[in-house]
DNA sequence: CCCTGATTCGC
DNA sequence: GCGAATCAGG
């Protein structure tokens, strides 16, 4: 279907009379929503309460800049630096210390935190080649609150301490370390990053800038079909 | 989930 | 120029 000079006409008039895009697409027949909307805005109709746009006027307050504004310009993109999470501390881990113990949480029940004989930590690569983390890695994770009468028993003396699927809570990072399966999967159980499901760490391993979309090409097919997406 | 208009960008 | 895909707020 093709913009006719009377489609158009009356595209106009709905447009500007209030309908919605959807109302004048199913009016119009033949076009969707969506060319509507690119239609209108190619004719240069704008500008209706758009339920995303803020509204911009806002002037006075805190504006003391811009005095004659700059006629031609080229507009410095002021690159969105990714705001540092505050007071991260640098854990420099050096080589050598790469598989120490980090030293058990304080706990207010029988320390029966049997962390290993060797102290060595099972380290393997995920996508993208970081390093998934061993327990020793991480801060210690924060005891959890007592309980006060009875406590769930432990599916196993291997998890003690560990931050179990039962321990989540919106407090606690959500980080899985080792996999669903694995007799010691557990959670990074840090304080999270409040407002995120991780800790500041795994927020930083999770939440990336997003990249134009021209430089995120659909992935390749998989062999199985793939998980499905939207 | 549904809806909305705005925007991007491959065609 | 077109409009699907995407975004982002309600």
């Known amino acids: 279907m093709s913009w006719t ?9 709905q447009w500007e009379k209030g309908l919605t895009a959807s ?12 060319a509507v909307i ?18 911009d006027p806002k002037v006075a307050a805190t504006a003391p800049a811009k005095t004659a504004a700059p006629a031609a310009e080229a507009t410095p993109a002021p690159a969105p630096v990714p ?12 080589p050598a210390e790469v598989l120490r113990q980090a030293p058990p949480p304080p706990s207010p029940f029988p320390p029966h935190v049997p962390t290993g ?19 020793g890695d991480q801060a210690p994770p924060a005891a959890p609150a007592p309980p006060r ?7 196993s003396p291997e998890m003690a301490g560990k931050t179990t699927l039962l321990d989540l809570n919106d407090k606690i990072c959500k980080w899985p370390l080792g996999h669903p399966g694995e007799p010691d999967f557990h959670f990074c159980g840090a304080t999270v990053n409040p407002g995120f499901p991780y800790c500041v760490q795994h927020c930083g391993q999770a939440f990336q800038a997003q990249m134009p979309r ?13 998980p499905r997406v939207r």
């Open 5 to 13: 000079d009377e489609r158009i006409d009356r595209l106009k008039a």
């Open 23 to 34: 109302q004048i697409a199913e009016d119009l027949g033949g076009v969707s929503r969506n």
């Open 38 to 55: 690119g239609k209108a805005h190619r004719l240069g109709l704008q500008s209706r309460p758009s339920p995303v746009k803020p509204n």
């Open 83 to 94: 705001a540092p999470v505050k007071a991260t501390p640098k854990v420099a881990a050096a």
């Open 117 to 135: 004989p060797t102290g060595a930590q099972l380290r393997s690569v995920g996508p993208g080649g970081f390093l998934r983390q061993g327990p």
């Open 149 to 155: 009468r009875l406590v769930p028993a432990r599916p």
């Open 214 to 226: 021209r430089d995120r090409r659909a992935p390749p097919p998989m062999p199985f079909g793939g």
